[in-house]
């Protein structure tokens, strides 16, 4: 059964595996640990049989939030953890008080789109070569006012 819970400062070695699996410019353990210590974050992970499969973070400025980081192993895509991942921390923002979350998606990727959409999210914006390795634009996503 998956487990959505925090993300705690023993599970930054295996989300910072994944990120590495994932990502063209990974983030650092150190940079998950500085996230997870900072008080103004919400960093999620699913965990499955004590193994963590993928995590979710996003920074908190007064009522707005930015999700940072959305990965999921890549053996474990298509069983529904990043919706699992998104619904629960849509849902922590909610009780505390965001009125307005944004993210960045490379706009090549269809199947994150896809899940935002579903979730509520809007594409309200473009930005131009914000991606790097390969080069791409990113489409801004909004989900609230």
Known sequence: MIQIREMQVRDTNAVAEIERQIFSQPWSRQ?????VNLGNTVFLVAEENNRIIGYIGMYLAMDEGEITNVAVAPV???HGVGGMLLTELL????????ARIVLEVRASNDSAIRLYERNGFVQCGMRKGFYEF????AYVMVHGH
């Not at 849902?91 to 965001?98: L, Q, R």
């Not at 390969?134 to 634009?137: C, G, L, S, V």
Request: charged residues 45%; hydrophobic residues 30%.
């Open 134 to 137: 390969p080069k791409e634009d």
């Open 76 to 78: 474990e895509r298509c």
């Open 91 to 98: 849902k922590i923002a909610e009780n505390k008080g965001v």
């Open 31 to 35: 940079g998950f640990l500085d996230a």
